[in-house]
């Protein structure tokens, strides 16, 4: 419950922070200006902000965006169907579980982006190259979040699945998934969050595909504003996606 | 606790069974393998034989240029997780010791996080240059976010009576953070250290596979250059086995902290 005081109590904070955000722009533009910070390295603050309008008429962020978003919804469908596929695998052999869960954390471990090079050789310089290197940086959470959701379900809820004679089918369907659900949901969005970052970052150093090879065009054309206004936009998809699923997540806790 | 009910269940199946049902498929998986480079359905050499494989991580081992790449890459990683870590440190302690600053500036920790961070590398370039100072500018900013992080929300847990300690004895700034904050914040700080490790190698190897002239990553893509796919193969190994080992040994040392408390 949020009392009028709280609100006040939150309100103060956030206007310091966006205050202090203003204020560095501010500052910066001012040493711009006054030749302390060299112009040829970082970019007027106005400036990139009024390359916004440029990026998002001329240069088509919205079209790359879309392309991006595509590739991660490619990629995101790849780790919900196989991570919690892998996952209740896993969950259903326990012999499985024991042989390969460490290895599947050891894989959450390793850099796999490092391997977009190989993609390249055996898919081309392609969009499937980028969602294969983002399912595959998404698949070891959801994985291992899958399991333990199951793991983790309630001994009584199964139990009552049992006394209502429920086949197994029906157990996993009505109890075990839905208590689950929660726990995998924190496992996909990891995975998401994981794709979405590699995708990105593959668009960057092959050139191809959304915002990320968008970015890499602006550095390589030197158009210092446009380039700074491309990752803002970047931290914005960021920032959106993160706070979008963040929600769902607090809702799933909820209906809980 | 999911420790303990994992090696009970190891010990119900028994470990001999768990270590062949792994052999198990070790074996099917290098026989997949090795079924598919002989079937020609890809492109010769994308899936080289085994034994290819094999020789190339054998030649790879015995060369020096691949222990003078490895140690730029992990002189690099290095410095990029003292600067990011100590900056995250710093961070996270202002952040989470003062309620108005944690409301106000922790939301951008947030929402930073998760943005990938190479974007940042041409940024990087013009500040640092094309050697190795952007590198490590790439492994300090990606350790920095999960290091401040982890600070700021340890520092909130700390115990409130070992702050009331502290103060009754009149501890002045600097002995309440040497005596009880980094000593009460130490498990969060140590996964913010295996979080920021993890991310800070993937940071400087992705930077280096832009541009370089030295390191793992610059290995990686020089191979691919040239088209040496047994090569590229070998060196991923290396390169997994050796992140995998830093981020277990990491783990290791947070458990035997956890342990000796």
Redesign the interface.
Known sequence: MTTRRDTGT?W???G??LA??VGVFAAVEAMIRVGWINGF?VPLPSAVLLSFERIIVEEGVLRRFLFTAAEALAAGTLVAVCGTSLGVLLYRR????????NWVA?LA???L??????F???FGRNALTIVMIGFLSGLPPAILKTVEGLSSTRRVLIDVGRSFNLSPSQQFRKILFPAALPTIFVGLRLGL?FA???I??VE??INFGG??QF??EL?ERYDLPA??AA?FF??LV??G??LLTERIERWLGRVR | MARSS?MS??AH?GVG??AR??MA?VVVLLALWEAVAMSGW??RD?VPRLEKIGRALVTLLAKPDLYANLGATASEVGVSIVIGGIAGVAVGLLLGGN???????E??L???G???K??????MI??FGVGGGSKIAMGAISCFFPMAISTAVGMREIDAVLVRVGKSFRAGVGQMVTKIYLPAMRPAMLTGLRLGL?VA??GV??AE??LSNRGL?YM??Q??TR?D?AE??AL?IV??LL??AA??LVSRLGALRRGGA
Do not use: D
């Open positions: 939150t103060g904070p956030i310091l922070g202090t955000l390295i326990q012999i499985l579980r024991l042989a390969c869960e050891a471990a390793a850099p982006v490092l391997i977009y090079p190989l390249l050789v055996i969050m979405l970052i590699n990105v970052g960057f150093l915002l990320g970015v890499n550095a380039m700074y990752i970047v931290i960021s920032v996606f993160f | 994992s269940a190891v199946f069974r768990v049902v792994r498929i890809l492109f994308v309620r108005t600053l944690g409301k106000a500036f939301p951008y947030h929402y930073l998760p943005t990938p190479i974007i940042f590398f041409p940024i013009m500040w993890g190698i993937i190897l992705l596979t832009k990553g990686v893509i191979s691919y088209f796919i590229m193969y991923l390169v997994f992140a995998i981020n277990a």
